[in-house]
């Protein structure tokens, strides 16, 4: 599993044109690890809960309230993608900020040896940019659009304001979400050269 990545393709649930994102991270990715990287391309703030939903498990931080409503969430970073892909797994449902409610779907397009010049997680691709945190789900990013792209709307300037500038729709950032992601992978490998010392240490 250790050399093995897979390419996953992040979709933003209905809007349309459709946001997406590519990306190729390593198969002992746990799901709070993934979430951390869907925080990081699309990108969002990491300021609102979220969960991972596959087949009928709900994957993410456990709270003892969860017990009140009835809910069990499973730990996040219990669950390693690799495991999932091993299962016959190919789509994962990720969902952040429950009063915005934004929906992902996360596919697996392929799996494949990892090369051992690349840290990982690794940004590919992408198109058009995300909303803005708390602008009220999908129905409010409409809104947002429409009043921020016309100069005579009326709410036009308290958008700008309230955003802190013009927004543009296609214009996702790339170079700055690929710095975000190449963050994550530096953090992954010290991690992991850490770890190796370690095993080397109890060897000896």
Request: proline share 6%; aromatic share 10%; hydrophobic share 40%.
């Amino acid at each position: 599993m250790t050399d093995r990545i897979a390419r996953l393709r992040i979709e933003l649930l209905h809007l349309e044109p459709c946001i997406w994102r590519e990306l190729e991270v390593s198969l002992t990715t746990n799901l709070r690890a993934l979430h951390e990287v869907i925080q990081a391309v699309m990108p969002w703030e990491n300021t609102h809960l979220y969960q991972f939903s596959i087949d009928d498990r709900v994957y993410g931080e456990p709270d003892p309230e969860d017990a009140v409503w009835g809910r069990k969430i499973y730990q996040a970073k219990g669950m390693r993608l690799g495991t999932l892909i091993d299962r016959g797994i190919t789509e994962i449902h990720y969902t952040y900020d429950f009063g915005d409610d934004w929906q992902h779907r996360v596919l697996v397009e392929h799996v494949g040896a990892a090369d051992p010049d690349i840290d990982y997680p690794l940004f590919v691709a992408g198109e058009r940019t995300a909303p803005p945190e708390d602008v009220g789900g999908p129905p409010g990013f409409l809104d947002f659009v429409e009043a921020i792209a016309n100069r005579r709307h009326p709410q036009h300037k308290e958008m700008v304001r309230w955003y802190g500038g013009p927004f543009n729709p296609v214009d996702f950032g790339e170079a700055e979400i690929a710095a975000r992601v190449r963050k994550l992978a530096a953090k992954r490998k010290i991690a992991l050269d850490a770890f190796a010392r370690s095993r080397q240490i109890l060897q000896q």
